[in-house]
């Protein structure tokens, strides 16, 4: 038997196949198997599907590449309004805006307020000062969290914390029997506000576009019980040292037999009036110091002026005047007067511009002014064209057109509970509303409006 050597090519691989043989008629007889030589179909088809699915991903691929082209202008413009919208907040961070959102800060002003609780405890020891003590505790756990770990919002607790302060001061603000001293005060909000029931231009001109007026705002004053008063910005419309008074209605409407108070030799001084922030209480007139953050008390007897300082208010304070529509000139800080006393509408960096109303009171025997508590609102300031106070409750007003105002949002004190769904429509005269103040006894409004004066009745 013969055996062959056969080299066969398949695939590309050299393969060796032995073959027996015989010999038949001088010659080899064998039987090859030819089935090496035959073409890999079913490699082939294996490797063309392969081809094919790669295919199909790569249109499918591409197809994704184009949707992504184009959506990518709408990724862009999403990323330019993120970033858009953080700016502000960027920028706020980088003022020290809001740098009192610190760890050290807000543990800070949580010991004062659990100082302010345990104080209060002792005062007003009742069911609200239990439930504000427990719900302090809590906070103080969250705090405790904070440095732990960064699972709680700062904001979250920013805000919980103001609501606890405006807590403890309404508990001690209002006496008992305050409401039932002012029947009209326990029917709610403010309901409705008259047209002028006094048109008048100042006896100083339309020129004079800014100041303050009004009528005696304390019932038991003796010889200054029913006198008029105005006090014009005569500076510039930034300031001025003298409080025109009348005695009588007749008199301050043909503006005739008043008397003049110089409150101070210039109208630069320290003791002058900035802004149009007056208003007449009792024997003495109050209003904000000029260039400086404090509140002055000319006293009309002898002539003595006190001060005191605003509570956590900068020196440089004109950031947040009275705004809206246009921003009035040393608006920054605004005495008021209700049922309770007197009031000081404010705001500082470390209220994030929004309006801080703070309590202010008159000790005669001590001869001292004292700002006794202090408020914290969520209304930015500068979104509001005025303000004034009634039975604890702050209004604030904005620009509708040049012949309305409209007061827009309320801040109950007694409460801490706030309502920006208020529709109250004042005619006025001139676009600019330079102020816009209360008196209790009459339940009048009085407006500074573009040197003309004006007064509405509110009703409850």
Known sequence: MLFLLLLLASTGNCQVQYVPGQMKNDSCACEVNTNVWLFPAKKYEATLQQ??????????????????????????????????????????????????????????????????????????????????????????????????????????????????????????????????????????????????????????????????WGQQALADSEGLKNIFWIQPLLHGHLSGNTIRTYQSYEDFMASANHKDFTVAL?????????????????????????????ICRYDFNNKAVTRVELPGIEKNYRKFPYCYFDCRANSDVDVEVDETGLWVIYATFGSHGNIVVSKLSWDSEAKILNITQTWETRLFKKAASNAFMSCGVLYATRFLDDYHEEVFYAFDTATGKEDNTLALRMEKIGKGVASLSYNPINRQLYMFNDGYLLAYQAHF
């Not at 499918?60 to 959506?71: C, D, I, M, P, T």
């Open 51 to 212: 081809v094919e699915s790669c295919d199909d991903s790569l249109k499918k691929l591409q197809e994704q590449v184009h949707r992504s082209k184009q959506r990518l202008p709408e990724i862009h413009e999403v990323v330019e309004n993120i970033t858009g919208r953080l700016e502000p907040y960027q920028y706020l961070h980088y003022k020290g805006l809001y740098s009192a959102l610190s760890l050290r800060q807000l543990g800070e002003e949580l010991d004062k307020l659990e100082a302010d609780i345990n104080a209060m405890s002792l005062q007003v020891n009742n069911d609200e000062s239990t439930k504000l003590s427990k719900e302090v505790q809590k906070l103080r756990r969250d705090v405790d969290m904070m440095h732990m770990a960064d699972s709680i919002n700062m904001k979250t607790v920013k805000e919980k914390l103001r609501y606890l302060k405006n807590s403890v001061e309404s508990c001690l603000s209002i006496p008992k029997d305050f409401k039932g001293q002012q029947r009209y005060c326990l029917k709610g909000l403010m309901m409705n506000i008259s047209a002028p029931v006094i048109t008048k231009v100042s006896p100083y001109g339309k020129n004079i576009i800014s100041g303050s």
């Open 266 to 294: 210039s109208n630069v001084h320290p003791n002058t009036v900035e802004g149009p922030s007056a208003v007449l209480y009792g024997e003495a007139v109050y209003y904000h110091c000029y260039d400086s953050p404090s």
